[in-house]
């Protein structure tokens, strides 16, 4: 079928109620809704966006008003949720964007859409590359304003600093770009209710721990499970990694459930709790937008800690590069608490050098200086 661009705020449903939220709206926070919708039916499917919200909901496709982006097999069976990459404060690695959409792949992925302060988030659709641009599909209707992303969003910077997160699909396997020499070629992914990679050895940590990440920017962290304001340990970013400290299998069950609460411990080390309606497991995320100029702000980190700035960097027993000494393959963006002396920031970014570092998990590992950025 041809295509047909479709737009969140559109009348025809724009004031429907998002997924099982209470009064958020698709014209006002649908952004991801309506892309996924594009992406689906780009690849043969037909629904608009008030039926791909009642068949999500249907196919247990939210937490609440966040969408859980890796259901789209449900209503689009030929359509899998391939891989996600979360780029917040760095870089977004464009050579994998580029690689999958040569694939055929499409890319869903989150901005900043005002340069006012804060992050209002918004989701879009890439599908073809553009010189040093991209040809999108914005789902909030701007006809006056440029079709691509850095005409659009220029504001923020050049492609790779306008993006934040980026979610491709396909019907395929997803391409990846080109080994270097300094990773392995990245993982499989599963298009299953996962998006844990599957290799030998592990590619994360975190298998049997559930690791979870706030829905909201500044999220509270607390001493104690119950809100007051003289129990704030600290406001934890968005992208933040925390580990559920409470049983994992009966935690899981409480994801997104109000009045519950989860004991963590973030990439610190420091412990508390956190709303459970706050946050989305990091294994089957639930998305969305939201504004956070009004948020409260993220603490600045006390410790230093780094994010890997490639996909698949090793952390090995030893600084050194042999098979012996692999621990694991750590995904682009994985936050990393250095444990060694102060003068480690002097090693960020610089070849041969390598960093004593430790994984939210508690494992610890050396990885290449080279491979990772300040976070």
Same mark, same amino acid.
């Given at each position: 079928? &041809?295509?047909?661009?479709?737009?969140?705020?559109?009348?025809?449903?724009?004031?429907?109620?998002?997924?099982? !939220?209470? %009064?958020?709206?698709? !014209?006002?926070? !649908?952004?991801?809704?309506?892309?996924?919708?594009?992406? !689906?039916? /780009?690849?043969?499917?037909?629904?608009?966006?008030?039926?791909?919200?009642?068949?999500?909901?249907?196919?247990?496709?939210?937490?609440?008003?966040?969408?859980?982006?890796?259901?789209?097999? &449900?209503?689009?069976?030929?359509?899998?949720?391939?891989?996600?990459?979360?780029?917040?404060?760095?870089?977004?690695?464009?050579?994998?964007?580029?690689? $999958?959409?040569?694939?055929?792949?499409?890319?869903?992925?989150?901005?900043?859409?005002?340069?006012?302060?804060?992050?209002?988030? /918004?989701?879009?659709?890439?599908?073809?590359?553009?010189?040093?641009?991209?040809?999108?599909?914005?789902?909030?209707?701007?006809?006056?304003?440029?079709?691509?992303?850095?005409?659009?969003?220029?504001?923020?910077?050049?492609?790779?600093?306008?993006?934040?997160?980026?979610?491709?699909?396909?019907?395929?396997?997803?391409?990846?770009?080109?080994?270097?020499?300094?990773?392995?070629?990245?993982?499989?992914? %599963?298009?299953?209710?996962?998006?844990? $990679?599957?290799?030998?050895?592990?590619?994360?940590?975190?298998?049997?721990?559930?690791?979870?990440?706030?829905?909201?920017?500044?999220?509270?962290?607390?001493?104690?499970?119950?809100?007051?304001?003289?129990?704030?340990? +600290?406001?934890?970013?968005?992208?933040?990694?925390?580990?559920?400290?409470?049983?994992?299998?009966?935690?899981?069950?409480?994801?997104?459930?109000? @009045?519950?609460?989860?004991?963590?411990?973030?990439?610190?080390?420091?412990?508390?709790?956190?709303?459970?309606?706050?946050?989305?497991?990091?294994?089957?995320? $639930?998305?969305?937008? /939201? +504004?956070?100029?009004?948020?409260?702000?993220?603490?600045?980190?006390? +410790?230093?800690?780094?994010?890997?700035?490639?996909?698949?960097?090793?952390?090995?027993?030893?600084?050194?590069? &042999?098979?012996?000494?692999?621990?694991?393959?750590? @995904?682009?963006?994985?936050?990393?608490?250095?444990?060694?002396?102060?003068?480690?920031?002097?090693?960020?970014?610089?070849?041969?050098?390598?960093? @004593?570092?430790?994984?939210?998990?508690?494992? +610890?590992?050396?990885?290449?200086?080279?491979?990772?950025?300040? &976070?």
């Amino acid at each position: 079928m &041809a295509f047909t661009q479709l737009y969140q705020n559109d009348p025809r449903w724009e004031n429907k109620i998002m997924g099982n !939220g209470r %009064t958020e709206t698709i !014209g006002k926070l !649908g952004c991801l809704v309506t892309s996924l919708t594009m992406i !689906g039916n /780009h690849f043969g499917g037909n629904e608009t966006v008030a039926s791909f919200n009642d068949k999500m909901k249907q196919n247990e496709g939210f937490q609440g008003p966040w969408v859980r982006a890796f259901r789209i097999n &449900a209503i689009f069976p030929n359509v899998s949720y391939q891989k996600r990459i979360e780029c917040d404060k760095q870089d977004a690695p464009l050579d994998e964007l580029d690689a $999958a959409l040569a694939g055929g792949s499409l890319a869903t992925v989150r901005v900043d859409y005002s340069p006012a302060a804060g992050i209002q988030s /918004h989701w879009i659709v890439l599908h073809q590359k553009d010189g040093d641009d991209y040809q999108m599909w914005d789902p909030y209707n701007s006809p006056e304003k440029p079709p691509t992303l850095v005409g659009r969003f220029g504001f923020a910077g050049n492609a790779a600093q306008i993006i934040q997160e980026m979610i491709f699909f396909g019907t395929g396997t997803l391409k990846e770009p080109k080994a270097t020499s300094v990773s392995k070629p990245a993982p499989a992914t %599963t298009t299953t209710t996962t998006t844990t $990679a599957v290799s030998t050895p592990a590619d994360s940590d975190d298998s049997e721990s559930l690791i979870v990440s706030p829905t909201v920017n500044g999220l509270t962290l607390r001493d104690q499970p119950r809100i007051s304001g003289s129990n704030v340990l +600290k406001y934890l970013p968005q992208s933040s990694k925390l580990v559920v400290l409470n049983d994992a299998d009966t935690a899981r069950t409480k994801v997104g459930k109000r @009045n519950n609460w989860f004991h963590v411990r973030e990439i610190e080390g420091k412990e508390g709790y956190v709303a459970a309606w706050y946050v989305t497991a990091v294994s089957d995320p $639930a998305l969305g937008s /939201h +504004k956070t100029s009004q948020a409260n702000k993220p603490s600045s980190p006390s +410790k230093l800690v780094v994010k890997t700035s490639a996909a698949s960097v090793s952390l090995r027993t030893e600084p050194r590069i &042999a098979s012996s000494t692999l621990i694991s393959y750590l @995904n682009f963006g994985t936050e990393l608490l250095v444990i060694e002396e102060d003068s480690a920031a002097s090693k960020i970014g610089q070849q041969g050098q390598w960093l @004593n570092v430790q994984t939210v998990t508690g494992r +610890k590992g050396y990885v290449a200086a080279w491979l990772v950025t300040k &976070a």
